[in-house]
């Protein structure tokens, strides 16, 4: 083994260390009280983000209850391409995923199929921008995102004509630096909350925030966890409320790619609690893709994996990034696997060798101890090592892929409905229950 899989591992297992994260949280704290600070929370918020729609409902009760102090600060209207691969395509599915996000947390928002137009964006950034100073700032806000989200025309008027409006190249400038100040601050992403040095994204993560907030006494007459999306045990069912036979559920999977690796073991299971044919389908990471993914991006995704695995039990900071060489020996051996019937075993046993043991993918030892473990034959593997045909499966997985709407992993098709992420098992868990009780 050579000096660099030794020390790799151990570098990333320090960076997602809990015992360092505690530490971090306990100096921040200390730091906040010497300097009699309140616990305040910085909210980048884009007014055509449904994400931070759904977020800003909430945030007012979330910021009361905690007794918060809240800066909103306003974000461009346009989605970066080196942040966002696939604008378009995004714009579509997070609109459906909002959708279902609101059902789940009975938060009214319409059912559009893209956002209003820039201009009325542009009206709703002036109006948030030139109400910056009134006795709410998120109620205010709550009022133009709601008008502005029901393309309430004259609600959006009314509001225009209640105050002078800040000119439309002041407002731009003004978003430009906010856009700066959020990438100096070391994220992307709008619909984020910023505290005490870590980032919380949406209603999706804001359970992270909520049990850490919880976890300093504050609300201590309130201990509920409401944000927090459930770790799916999927227990075996009986018969009668398994799926139709013939359901499938389509899993789009990449080897370098963390959040599938969670995905993994909870789609099996769901797969077998329902009685659901599992189809796994890998497809090239996005940088084998020609996609870049920026610093700050890879980072937060290795943080954010961090959190998300301890919630759900599942092992995960040893990390031997399998870009390139180790990607390409993983997939020259998927199909030999799937004919073997261990296809759910291998990719789990790569993944996790990765993403939790350090295993270098790219070395005849790493891959040979992950196939071995799963009583492959290493002497039959190793030839299979040659045949490069796994590349167009690749590819034309990722034409499905792209064809259903999405471009990253891991996606999940269930009949007509496609999510995107491993934090997505509820909408399919609720999908296959009404099919069940069709």
Not at 389 to 404: I, K
Not at 411 to 423: A, H, M
Request: a neutral charge.
């Amino acid at each position: 083994m050579g000096l660099k899989q030794i020390i790799l591992p151990q570098i990333t297992a320090l960076i997602t260390s809990e015992k360092r994260l505690q530490k971090k949280r306990l100096l921040t704290e200390k730091k906040r009280q010497r300097k009699q600070m309140p616990h305040q929370v910085t909210f980048y918020h884009r007014v055509n983000d449904p994400y931070s729609h759904l977020l800003l409902k909430v945030l007012p009760d979330f910021r009361d209850r905690f007794g918060l102090a809240v800066e909103p600060v306003m974000l461009l209207l346009d989605m970066k391409e080196a942040y966002y691969p696939a604008p378009d395509m995004l714009e579509r599915l997070a609109l459906k995923d909002a959708c279902d996000l609101a059902d789940r947390y009975d938060i009214p928002f319409p059912r559009v199929d893209k956002p209003p137009a820039h201009q009325k964006s542009l009206l709703a950034s002036r109006l948030l921008l030139s109400m910056a100073e009134s006795t709410d700032p998120l109620e205010t806000m709550i009022r133009v995102g709601d008008a502005f989200w029901l393309e309430d025309d004259d609600a959006l008027q009314q509001l225009a004509a209640s105050q002078p409006l800040l000119p439309e190249d002041r407002v731009l400038d003004q978003l430009r630096l906010n856009q700066q100040r959020l990438e100096k601050e070391g994220h992307y992403l709008s619909g984020m909350l910023h505290y005490g040095g870590e980032w919380y994204w949406g209603l999706d993560r804001l359970g992270h925030l909520e049990r850490r907030l919880l976890d300093l006494g504050l609300s201590a007459e309130d201990q509920t966890l409401r944000y927090s999306h459930p770790v799916n045990a999927f227990p075996t069912l009986p018969v009668e409320q398994k799926a139709p036979p013939g359901t499938v559920l389509d899993f789009f999977f990449s080897f370098r790619s963390p959040y599938s690796y969670l995905a993994i073991e909870r789609a099996c299971k769901l797969a077998d609690c329902y009685g659901v044919d599992l189809t796994i389908k890998p497809v090239l990471p996005m940088v084998m893709r020609g996609m870049k993914v920026p610093a700050a991006k890879r980072m937060y995704i290795v943080h954010d994996t961090k959190r998300e695995a301890v919630q759900a039990g599942i092992p995960f900071g040893r990390i031997f990034d399998p870009v390139g060489p180790g990607t390409e020996r993983a997939f020259s051996l998927f199909r030999h696997a799937r004919e073997k019937g261990k296809e759910r075993a291998y990719i789990l046993s790569v993944a996790r060798g990765a993403w939790s043991e350090g295993i270098d993918l790219s070395t005849d030892t790493g891959l040979r101890r992950c196939v071995e473990r799963i009583g492959l034959d290493w002497q039959t593997c190793r030839p299979q090592l040659r045949d490069e045909s796994w590349r167009e499966m690749a590819e034309s997985n990722r034409r499905e892929m792209f064809a259903l709407g999405s471009w990253g992993v891991p996606t999940f098709r269930l009949g007509e409905t496609v999510v995107w992420g491993q934090d997505r098992f509820w909408v399919l868990e609720d999908r296959l229950r009404r099919i069940t009780h069709d």
